[in-house]
């Protein structure tokens, strides 16, 4: 499993909008800005995130965008789970997937589950709260 670009900025977006939350609506380009991204890259990101209802717009002046939640209120799972899919190591374990012929004899299956289970509950007991500390040590 590999966490793809979009979930690697889409977490950096949020942390920068939970460093910023008290200054109201931030416009996509200063955090574009902040974090050295392509502000294109993100018009692609933003209204996963907005729809999902993680994040808040408003357009014109003053607009830009905020957490909905509070920092401690987002995981990291819910994140990348949201921009990656579920995570999944191996395709028998992707949402939807057809089940497998093999499945019953897999000598591997188990292995695959415990890990995808142990993926799942690491990112799950991080929150965006605990990546905005520095000393921060997951």
Same mark, same amino acid.
């Given at each position: 499993?590999?966490?793809? *670009?979009? !979930?690697?900025?889409?977490?950096?977006?949020?942390?920068?909008?939970?460093?910023?939350?008290?200054? +109201?609506?931030?416009?996509? %380009?200063?955090?574009?800005?902040?974090?050295?991204?392509?502000?294109?890259?993100?018009?692609?990101?933003?209204?996963?995130? *907005? %729809?999902?209802?993680?994040?808040?717009?408003?357009? +014109?002046?003053?607009?830009?965008? @905020?957490?909905? @939640?509070?920092?401690?209120?987002? *995981?990291?799972?819910?994140?990348?789970?949201?921009?990656? +899919?579920?995570?999944?190591?191996?395709?028998?374990?992707?949402?939807?997937?057809?089940?497998?012929? %093999?499945?019953?004899?897999? @000598?591997?299956?188990?292995?695959?589950? !415990?890990?995808?289970?142990? *993926?799942?509950?690491?990112?799950?007991?991080?929150?965006?709260?605990?990546?905005? @500390?520095?000393?921060?040590?997951?």
């Amino acid at each position: 499993m590999m966490i793809s *670009t979009r !979930g690697r900025y889409a977490l950096r977006v949020m942390i920068d909008l939970a460093e910023h939350n008290e200054s +109201g609506y931030i416009p996509m %380009k200063d955090v574009a800005a902040r974090q050295e991204l392509s502000l294109k890259y993100l018009e692609r990101i933003l209204p996963i995130l *907005t %729809k999902n209802n993680l994040i808040m717009g408003v357009h +014109g002046k003053g607009g830009g965008y @905020r957490l909905v @939640r509070q920092p401690y209120e987002y *995981t990291i799972r819910e994140i990348l789970c949201l921009m990656d +899919g579920n995570l999944a190591p191996v395709a028998c374990l992707e949402c939807g997937a057809e089940p497998c012929e %093999k499945a019953s004899s897999c @000598r591997t299956l188990k292995m695959w589950q !415990g890990f995808h289970k142990l *993926t799942l509950d690491y990112f799950g007991g991080i929150t965006i709260d605990d990546l905005m @500390r520095k000393d921060s040590e997951n």
